[in-house]
């Protein structure tokens, strides 16, 4: 683990490693020189090399950036390490903090082994040095190294569970501002609907009988009437308004429908969709649909994609658009894990399977989901064909 990637534990932890090495080396020193040890020179020497080695590994980029240069920077310490244990029964100190340096620095099995090898030439050193036999020289080393595994692995599952918990907290902060942008989109583009079909239903359908109504009082007054021109100009001024409020239903009509018809819309959005692979077909002769049934049949193939996308776990799924002599029909299967569709839950802000059962209710449709878990989903909206779509 390189300093630049250390949390602020992991630095104290490698901290304590370095005061741990060096103290226990100036201990095994200080003692030699102190009880005149006949080999205290040696001991001295063997300390400073052990740590010089030390600090060449710690201060050497590329033992913290490649497994081999570790592997080869450990053997060398524990060659040092040997050489003191051959000098000084308290180079068996050193084995603690040598436990986790092979633990950090080798896969787990063969830091295992190589945690086993040192204690084993530990308790050798130590039985070397010393004429009596004690359970100590045994179950010192080994409970070290026992202490250092259990240390270390659990210090592993930790760091991988708030790794695990630091990435779901990043990707819910994700989602968040995700939904709130969407949620934002979605009532821009609802509010722009609204206020289309408003303009559609009252303004221009209001302007339209005026324009009629003008049109029976011109028939209804004589060819010589002072009235009629002032009837011929107020009928004009209702065109040209009518006109312009057609213009303001067209400036509100979603992006998605802008440039193209709704076939057109559906088969970007199948082309645009992310995850699973999806296929766009059209059925029937395609037809001139007002406003509000577009933008209804886009939106519900939108949001049962994305619930494809997000939910099902799909490898395909299909939109088929059919046109028939009375109606219009969009269905959505795909192949995922499916559901069940009476344990749903319900939406809310204008999302989820209610909100498109409400776009088709809307226009006096008539909205299905067939889904079981493990057998796919199958959305489908009928809508029936407006008197001027008929014609």
């Given at each position: 683990?390189?300093?630049r990637?250390?949390?602020?534990?992991?630095?104290v932890?490698?901290?304590?490693?370095?005061?741990?090495?060096?103290?226990?080396?100036a201990?095994?020193?200080?003692?030699?020189?102190a009880?005149?040890a006949?080999r205290?020179?040696?001991v001295?020497a063997?300390?400073?090399?052990?740590?010089?080695v030390?600090l060449?590994?710690?201060r050497?980029?590329?033992?913290?950036?490649s497994?081999?240069?570790?592997?080869?920077w450990?053997?060398g310490?524990c060659?040092?390490?040997?050489?003191l244990?051959?000098?000084s029964?308290?180079?068996?100190?050193?084995?603690?903090?040598?436990?986790?340096?092979e633990?950090?620095?080798l896969?787990?099995?063969w830091?295992?082994?190589?945690?086993?090898?040192?204690?084993?030439?530990?308790?050798?050193?130590?039985l070397?040095?010393?004429?009596a036999?004690?359970?100590?020289?045994?179950?010192?080393?080994?409970l070290?190294?026992?202490?250092?595994?259990?240390?270390?692995?659990?210090y592993q599952?930790?760091?991988?569970?708030?790794?695990r918990?630091?990435e779901?907290?990043?990707?819910?902060?994700?989602?968040?501002a995700?939904l709130?942008?969407?949620?934002r989109?979605?009532?821009?583009?609802?509010?722009?609907?609204?206020l289309?079909?408003?303009?559609?239903?009252?303004?221009?359908?209001?302007?339209s009988?005026?324009?009629l109504?003008?049109?029976?009082a011109?028939?209804?007054?004589?060819?010589?009437?002072?009235?009629?021109?002032?009837?011929?100009?107020?009928?004009?001024?209702?065109q040209?308004?009518l006109?312009?409020?057609?213009?303001?239903v067209?400036?509100l009509?979603?992006?998605?429908?802008?440039?193209?018809?709704l076939p057109?819309?559906?088969?970007?959005?199948?082309?645009?969709?992310?995850g699973?692979?999806?296929?766009?077909?059209?059925?029937?002769?395609?037809?001139?649909?007002?406003?509000p049934?577009?933008?209804?049949?886009?939106?519900?193939?939108?949001?049962a994609?994305?619930?494809?996308?997000?939910?099902?776990g799909?490898?395909?799924a299909?939109?088929?658009?059919?046109f028939?002599d009375s109606?219009?029909?969009?269905?959505i299967?795909?192949?995922g894990?499916?559901?069940?569709?009476?344990?749903?839950?319900?939406g809310e802000?204008?999302f989820?399977l209610p909100?498109?059962?409400?776009?088709?209710?809307t226009l006096?449709g008539l909205?299905?989901?067939?889904?079981?878990?493990?057998?796919?989903t199958?959305?489908?909206?009928?809508l029936?064909?407006p008197?001027?779509?008929?014609?």
């Open positions: 683990m390189g300093a990637t250390l949390t602020p534990v992991s630095r932890l490698r901290l304590c490693l370095h005061a741990l090495l060096f103290g226990l080396l201990l095994a020193a200080g003692r030699a020189v009880d005149s006949p205290a020179g040696w001295v063997a300390c400073a090399l052990l740590a010089a030390y060449a590994g710690v050497t980029p590329v033992v913290h950036s497994a081999r240069a570790g592997a080869v450990l053997a310490l060659a040092a390490w040997v050489a244990l051959v000098v029964p308290d180079g068996l100190w050193i084995a603690f903090p040598l436990y986790f340096l633990l950090h620095l896969r787990l099995r830091g295992v082994a190589a945690v086993a090898a040192t204690a084993a030439a530990a308790i050798g050193g130590f070397a040095h010393s004429s036999v004690t359970p100590g020289a045994f179950l010192g080393p080994l070290g190294g026992a202490v250092a595994v259990a240390t270390v692995l659990g599952a930790l760091y991988r569970e708030s790794e918990r630091r779901l907290i990043e990707e819910l902060i994700t989602t968040r995700e709130a942008a969407a949620e989109d979605a009532g821009i583009l609802a509010e722009r609907e609204r289309a079909r408003e303009i559609h239903d009252t303004l221009a359908q209001g302007l009988s005026i324009q109504l003008l049109r029976a011109e028939r209804s007054l004589p060819e010589d009437s002072a009235a009629l021109p002032h009837i011929g100009r107020a009928r004009e001024a209702a040209e308004n006109a312009e409020a057609r213009r303001f067209r400036a009509t979603p992006p998605d429908l802008e440039h193209g018809s057109a819309a559906l088969e970007r959005l199948c082309s645009g969709a992310p699973p692979r999806v296929r766009f077909s059209l059925s029937g002769t395609p037809r001139p649909l007002p406003t049934y577009e933008v209804a049949l886009l939106r519900i193939a939108q949001s994609l994305a619930n494809v996308v997000r939910h099902a799909a490898g395909r299909e939109i088929t658009l059919t028939m109606s219009v029909t969009l269905d299967v795909d192949d894990k499916g559901f069940d569709p009476t344990s749903a839950p319900s802000g204008g989820g909100a498109m059962r409400s776009r088709a209710e006096s909205f299905t989901v067939e889904s079981a878990p493990g057998q796919g199958a959305v489908a909206v009928t029936p064909l008197a001027e779509a008929l014609s």
